[in-house]
């Protein structure tokens, strides 16, 4: 069975914080991404990845960084984490030229 | 900017009715993806269309991509609780190959 995880369901942490949330894929996707879900704003691409060592900045990404050292996996880093950062995160792969996304359960953050 | 809408946001309705949830944009897709996305969740992937005009079909759920693929629907028919969730439409841009995600369509279905 095919598989995303990532590493927290529920994360709370304090204002000024750097928060590291992980992603790890079992697919040998090239493609991987981190996306924001916040009610009524859908899904909001934070940064992606294509390649080992590869990022490129998504529709968000002030506050932001990432990193990705094994295909495998992709770190969402959060430098001073802020109240405005409360979201719930989530990780996904693809592959081929459908994109077609496998997501993991995603991380609920709360910065207070 | 390319943007997908979905109508309606929201959709209450009694079990063994049907529905329709409707994505629309100016942009032409090269492929729509419908997401169901259960509370607390990541989404997970239903169908893919491709073609302009294609219906597939998943059980009692039957997606269409719109002729000139700037639009596609879903229709549920009759109904259960268990479809219950937020239903979200993501198009592929040909240039870029990134997905262009739509808001979502949460629906309850009421036993």
């Known amino acids: 069975d095919v598989k995303v995880t990532q590493s927290s369901r529920y994360l709370v942490k304090r204002t000024g914080e750097k928060v590291f949330l992980e992603c790890v894929q079992d697919?040998?996707?090239?493609?991987m991404f981190w996306y924001r879900q916040d009610p009524g704003l859908g899904l909001r691409l934070i940064y992606f990845?294509?390649?080992?060592?590869?990022?490129e900045k998504g529709d968000i990404p002030e506050g932001y960084s990432v990193s990705r050292e094994k295909k495998e996996r992709f770190s969402l880093i959060l430098e001073s984490a802020s109240t405005n950062q409360t979201s719930m995160y989530l990780c996904?792969?693809?592959?081929?030229?459908?994109?077609?996304?496998?997501f993991g359960q995603g991380t609920r953050l709360t910065v207070v | 900017t390319q943007l997908l809408e979905q109508s309606p946001q929201f959709l209450s309705i009694q079990e063994g009715e049907n529905l329709t949830v409707y994505c629309n944009s100016s942009?032409?897709?090269?492929?729509l993806q419908w997401y169901r996305q259960e509370p607390g969740e990541g989404p997970v992937l239903l169908v893919t269309?491709?073609?302009g005009g294609e219906v597939k079909k998943l059980k009692r759920l039957t997606f269409q991509f719109g002729d000139a693929r700037k639009d596609s629907s879903l229709h549920i028919t009759a109904a259960q609780p268990g479809d219950t969730g937020l239903y979200l439409c993501?198009?592929?841009?040909?240039?870029?190959?990134?997905?262009?995600w739509g808001a979502g369509t949460k629906l309850i279905i009421k036993p």
């Open positions: 996904a792969s693809s592959k081929g030229q459908l994109r077609e996304a496998f």
């Open positions: 990845s294509y390649d080992v060592k590869m990022k």
């Open positions: 697919m040998d996707h090239e493609n």
């Open positions: 269309v491709v073609t």
């Open positions: 993501a198009g592929l841009v040909d240039s870029n190959y990134q997905l262009i």
């Open positions: 942009s032409v897709f090269s492929s």
